[in-house]
């Protein structure tokens, strides 16, 4: 999600590299090599069912493929992180102690000492609500090999040489010529399409403003699901939550530069994507909701309407079988307490003695 | 972004009179510096992500602090190779320098000692 926006503000360097060798392209040729293996194999795929190998529409949905195969391969830590999610109702109680023990203390050693707690808590119960670092990190290549590989395309064409590995000089070609509606290519960007103004020039700029749009739409409305509906009442207090809620109006900007910079592939690969994101979220905040939040709640009614409630395990049954384990842990509580040695209000030796004179 | 330790910083002042002298930590004192900057501006968009505490680039700062540019690089990204979907995450702090003979300013900038 971020990550998009990262590359959006990275300046492309080099931009006219016709196979120099620099560490930085010597260290994203691996990335390079799959992420065109990926695109030939889907376009291998659609020109097998008799696509034309040059067609806009082959390559857009080999463009499509690609997100495809790059998501769905993040997919289970995805949902291993959700799931992890779970788990932290357990310790919900535990969490909320160490929240109130350093409540309203904002200095430095305070914030450091609840965060080794609570850090140590997870740790103990084997659970933890983030990610982790180095799959963001291992994203980053990636999607810079991407970057690289669809914008590469325009002058490996014009030098007629091919990609890093299966892009040949041919397959460059073809998606060279390849246009979007017959008129639009995949190569160009807004500020060439405005600046040379080839045949058909208004599609072109219509289709990437149109794009962009979209991009700004949906990444802005991902962002507001998340925030408005999919975080616990703890999450919102800190000071993360401020600076993600100022994020969620500067973030989408970044895709009007995206949009006049990039050539028409590169969009519609972030484009793709940000449709992807969008629907795995909408998917989360249904039926994986984070504990405690408005969407957890919304799931809760909806699932009350049909008769259905969430037990102590986080499983889906009727409601009678609901209640009767409320009753049952209801009762159990009640044992325990009964069984439990009573506590006596301590009496000062003052309040003893006055009440012994009585 | 998440709070730096309370060994990451100090109170010493870079003070021109050690200007020879703190070429020595120039290198360090680059890499703090781009970890600054990363802190301030691109770690704010992951939002919290790191499964220990200090997180990841808390740790490399006091990584570099403590070991220099070279060895605290090494250390830091075993560090994110290690924070990854199977670990168990937790507490885990540099380990310090067994003479560390710099001071350190409340940025978390490496500056030479007093000599008095």
Known sequence: ?358 | MSALPSYAFGTARFRASDLIRGILVLPRNAVLAFLVVYRAVISPLYGDVCRYYPSCSAYAVGAVQQHGAVWGTILSAWRILRCNPWSKGGVDDVRPHAHFHYELTPHGFVVPARKD
């Not at chain 1, 065109?36 to 659609?46: D, R």
């Not at chain 1, 990190?137 to 990636?142: A, G, I, K, R, T």
């Not at chain 1, 960007?189 to 794009?211: M, Y």
């Not at chain 1, 000062?348 to 003695?353: E, F, L, N, P, Q």
Request: proline share 5%.
């Open chain 1, 1 to 358: 999600m971020g990550l998009d926006l990262l590359l959006a503000s990275t300046p492309s360097p080099a931009a006219g590299n016709g196979g120099g060798f620099d560490l930085f392209s010597i260290l994203l040729w691996p990335f390079k090599w799959i992420v065109e293996a990926i695109l030939v194999a889907w376009h291998w795929l659609f020109t097998a069912f008799g696509m034309a190998p040059n067609a806009g529409l082959t390559w857009v949905l080999s463009i499509v493929g690609l997100v495809i195969v790059i998501r769905a391969a993040v997919f289970p830590l995805f949902v291993k992180q959700i799931k992890s999610q779970r788990k932290m109702m357990e310790i919900a109680p535990q969490l909320k102690k160490v929240q109130e023990k350093y409540k309203g203390k904002r200095d430095q050693l305070s914030r450091e000492a609840m965060s080794r707690e609570t850090m140590a808590l997870y740790k103990k119960h084997g659970t933890t609500p983030v990610s982790s670092c180095l799959p963001m990190l291992v994203q980053m290549p990636f999607l810079l090999g991407m970057f690289y590989t669809l914008r590469d395309v325009g002058d490996h064409a014009k030098h007629g040489i091919g990609g890093v590995g299966l892009l040949h000089a041919d397959l460059t070609k073809q998606f060279y010529d390849a246009t979007l509606f017959g008129v639009a290519p995949l190569h160009i960007d807004l500020r060439t399409a405005l600046e040379t103004k080839p045949a058909g020039w208004e599609v072109t700029v219509t289709i990437l403003v149109v794009l962009v749009i979209l991009m700004i739409v949906s990444q802005f409305y991902t962002q507001l699901q998340i925030i408005s509906k999919n975080l616990s009442p703890e999450a919102k207090t800190g000071q993360a939550y401020q600076m993600q809620k100022i994020m969620l109006y500067v973030l989408p900007l970044g895709f009007i530069f995206s949009g006049v910079f990039f050539p028409l592939g590169v969009v519609l690969y972030w484009f793709v994507s940000n449709l992807w994101t969008m629907g795995q979220q909408f998917l989360v905040i249904r039926e994986m909701p984070t504990p405690g939040s408005d969407a957890a709640r919304a799931r809760e009614e909806r699932l009350a309407r049909r008769g259905k409630a969430i037990n102590a395990e986080g499983k889906i049954v009727p409601i009678a079988v609901y209640e009767a384990e409320q009753q049952r842990l209801l009762e159990e509580a009640e044992r325990a307490k009964e069984q439990a040695p009573k506590r006596e209000q301590p009496m000062s030796k003052k309040r003893a003695k006055k009440k012994g004179s009585n």
